[in-house]
T-cell receptor
Framework: KAGVTQTPRYLIKTRGQQVTLSCSPISGHRSVSWYQQTPGQGLQFLFEYFSETQRNKGNFPGRFSGRQFSNSRSEMNVSTLELGDSALYLC?????????????FGPGTRLLVL | EDQVTQSPEALRLQEGESSSLNCSYTVSGLRGLFWYRQDPGKGPEFLFTLYSAGEEKEKERLKATLTKKESFLHITAPKPEDSATYLCAVQVGQGAQKLVFGQGTRLTINP
């Protein structure tokens, strides 16, 4: 079974630009979560989508948004990029996002903001 | 506020030298505790899930245990390929998934 895939793997942007990251979950998985990983803050939860609806959101500004499509693929958008947005963005999927379900992570998209 | 603390931050061992990593947590409504392994430049790789105090899981040289306040990841006779960052995360909240991660333990096994 193919794992979680994320595109692109690497991205370089400049301050003020916007960026869209894509995530394809494991086949059959309908819950997709996004995390930001930085050396200083570690892994932090951004948001979770299930059946095209955002069910949970972390403590990030409104510049961070996402959506999920009917085939469970998800995109994450960051507008008006800041230097501090440089990070590894990780996507994770699980079957239904229920309690005790394991989340499986993709390889991440490394974003560098100059 | 939900909080997960891992110790030590970094650990260097000789091949074959057993040790334990600690993950302590203060959360409301723990749904499960997860251990992941992360290699440089890659996403976290799932290792174990623990749900209730007293539970234990094993996989090759790794064994995870859970109490009401902390979890341990025991590494027996490690090999250089066990070198990685080990992350502990707790699942909190009702229904929707949100993992709260610790900062990780960077483990290095010298041959």
């Amino acid at each position: 079974k193919a794992g979680v895939t994320q595109t692109p793997r690497y991205l370089i942007k400049t301050r003020g630009q916007q960026v869209t990251l894509s995530c394809s979950p494991i086949s059959g998985h309908r819950s997709v979560s996004w995390y930001q990983q930085t050396p200083g803050q570690g892994l932090q939860f951004l948001f979770e989508y299930f059946s095209e609806t955002q069910r949970n959101k972390g403590n990030f500004p409104g510049r961070f948004s996402g959506r999920q499509f009917s085939n469970s693929r998800s995109e994450m958008n960051v507008s008006t990029l800041e230097l501090g947005d440089s990070a590894l963005y990780l996507c994770a999927s699980s079957y239904s996002g229920g309690p005790r379900e394991t989340q499986y992570f993709g390889p991440g998209t490394r974003l560098l903001v100059l | 506020e939900d909080q997960v603390t891992q110790s030590p931050e970094a650990l260097r061992l000789q091949e074959g030298e057993s040790s334990s990593l600690n993950c302590s947590y203060t959360v409301s409504g723990l749904r499960g505790l997860f251990w992941y392994r992360q290699d440089p430049g890659k996403g976290p790789e799932f290792l174990f899930t623990l749900y209730s105090a007293g539970e234990e899981k094993e996989k090759e040289r790794l064994k995870a245990t859970l109490t009401k306040k902390e979890s341990f990841l025991h590494i027996t006779a490690p090999k250089p390929e066990d070198s990685a960052t080990y992350l502990c995360a707790v699942q909190v909240g009702q229904g929707a998934q949100k993992l709260v991660f610790g900062q990780g333990t960077r483990l290095t096994i010298n041959p």
